[in-house]
T-cell receptor, first 117, second 117 residues
Framework: AQSVAQPEDQVNVAEGNPLTVKCTYSVSGNPYLFWYVQYPNRGLQFLLKYITGDNLVKGSYGFEAEFNKSQTSFHLKKPSALVSDSALYFCAVRDIERGSTLGRLYFGRGTQLTVWP | GAGVSQSPSNKVTEKGKDVELRCDPISGHTALYWYRQRLGQGLEFLIYFQGNSAPDKSGLPSDRFSAERTGESVSTLTIQRTQQEDSAVYLC???????????????FGPGTRLTVL
């Protein structure tokens, strides 16, 4: 079965400090991994994805994520946080193994990021 | 269109009534998804349409929930005899079709906030 865990409900950082939002996954085959961000009263916006290749993936708004197969993790990072980064962040996974249900993503519960000025 | 649109943005209904939620995907996107987001929880997959293939209905929580899609355009999610536990934000997303090893990210609409009194 496929699943995603975001162990932290909330992450608080000061502006200018580095931030990390954690995500671990479980799939039966090779994963496709995604990060989405949700600002208040708005839909989810795509940030970045890992399909294959370089383990460090760069995305929108200066975010990046590191795929670690041995630790089954895909943590979201940013070197210097901004107050405007405050939002709800979702990690998601799709199992690409043949025979798995096409299309559906499995989402984590979300992590609320608050960046203090 | 420029993005995924959903209507209405808010819907308040009485317990036992039927509701219809509408989603207009991005033009050219053959894949369409419905998710439910309950307060403080992650996204729950409901149903997935891909072209003319039979939809993946595995996420629908009960037979009160149904969805239709006309060709590769508009989709409607219908909830019959609504219950209070149906209160949530219903999100629609669309994407280019998954094809082999290529998986395209989903683009989300702003959601419909459903409140069942």
């Amino acid at each position: 079965a496929q699943s995603v865990a975001q162990p932290e409900d909330q992450v608080n950082v000061a502006e200018g400090n580095p931030l990390t939002v954690k995500c671990t996954y479980s799939v039966s085959g090779n994963p496709y991994l995604f990060w989405y961000v949700q600002y208040p009263n708005r839909g989810l916006q795509f940030l970045l994805k890992y399909i294959t290749g370089d383990n460090l993936v760069k995305g929108s708004y200066g975010f990046e994520a590191e795929f670690n197969k041995s630790q089954t993790s895909f943590h979201l990072k940013k070197p210097s946080a901004l107050v405007s980064d405050s939002a709800l962040y979702f990690c998601a996974v799709r199992d690409i193994e043949r025979g798995s249900t096409l299309g559906r993503l499995y989402f984590g519960r979300g992590t609320q990021l608050t960046v203090w000025p | 269109g420029a993005g995924v649109s959903q209507s209405p943005s808010n819907k308040v209904t009485e317990k036992g009534k039927d509701v219809e939620l509408r989603c207009d995907p991005i033009s050219g996107h053959t894949a369409l998804y419905w998710y439910r987001q309950r307060l403080g929880q992650g996204l729950e997959f409901l149903i997935y349409f891909q072209g003319n293939s039979a939809p993946d209905k595995s996420g629908l929580p009960s037979d009160r929930f149904s969805a239709e899609r006309t060709g590769e355009s508009v989709s409607t999610l219908t909830i019959q005899r609504t219950q209070q536990e149906d209160s949530a934000v219903y999100l629609c997303a669309s994407s280019l079709a998954p094809s082999g090893s290529i998986y395209n990210e989903q683009f989300f609409g702003p959601g419909t906030r459903l409140t069942v009194l």
